[in-house]
């Protein structure tokens, strides 16, 4: 079965950090570019991360960038996005997906708040 499972969202406060994680079965990861999208409530979905299959090239969204690393480990069929300084306006849902949009998992729901 070809499967994305994110997970780590939380409550954080505010400057706080979350690791979110991806694990990916059923298809070979490796040969993927990979993404983050988060859809805040009321919003629209927003691109925050990207990287290419081998890890070599990242994108990062101007909302995000300094503060959230993308990584992947293709030897673990695993996503990763490392999360700091979080503002109240990072809270969303977050899903791990293909880059080519053919796959996506179920969000993981992240919220910044005091």
């Known amino acids: 079965e070809v499967q994305l499972q994110a997970s780590g969202g939380g409550l954080v406060q505010p400057g706080g950090s979350l690791r979110l994680s991806c694990a990916a079965s059923?298809?070979?990861?490796?040969?993927?570019?990979m993404k983050w999208v988060r859809q805040a409530p009321g919003k629209g979905p927003e691109e925050v991360s990207n990287i290419n299959h081998s890890g070599a090239t990242r994108y990062y969204a101007n909302s995000v960038k300094g503060r959230f690393t993308i990584s992947r480990d293709n030897a673990k069929n695993m996503l990763y996005l490392q999360m700091n300084s979080l503002k109240p306006e990072d809270t969303a849902v977050y899903y791990c997906?293909?880059?080519?949009?053919?796959?996506r998992g179920q969000g993981t729901l992240v919220t910044v708040s005091s």
């Open positions: 997906g293909t880059r080519d949009n053919t796959l």
């Open positions: 059923g298809f070979t990861f490796g040969n993927y570019g």
